[in-house]
């Protein structure tokens, strides 16, 4: 049976690399400042939201990714790497 997870049993692709590229921003920023900007573009996320992407817990939509490429000023392809 097939199963919606990536071979390590995560639920997204990206979630390292957000906290990569979110680590690695030269001002380094907060989960909860990332949600505020992704707020800011239009999605509805907090805090715990990114925690769960950041860690594979979470599905991430395309929309939802392009956002976050776009706050953190990457490609989405970055994203996916």
């Known amino acids: 049976m ?5 071979e390590n049993g995560y639920n997204n692709l990206c979630g390292k690399n957000v ?9 380094k920023i907060s989960q909860k400042k990332l ?5 800011i573009k239009g999605l ?3 805090k715990n939201a990114i925690q769960r992407i950041e ?7 395309d929309i939802e ?3 976050i490429a776009e ?11």
């Open 44 to 46: 509805d996320v907090d």
């Open 19 to 27: 906290k990569f590229f979110r680590e690695n921003l030269p001002d």
């Open 55 to 61: 860690s594979g817990k979470r599905f991430v939509t």
């Open 35 to 39: 949600a505020d900007m992704l707020q």
């Open 65 to 67: 990714l392009k956002k």
């Open 2 to 6: 097939y199963k919606n997870k990536a």
């Open 71 to 81: 706050v953190l000023n990457v490609s989405y392809q970055d994203l996916l790497k």
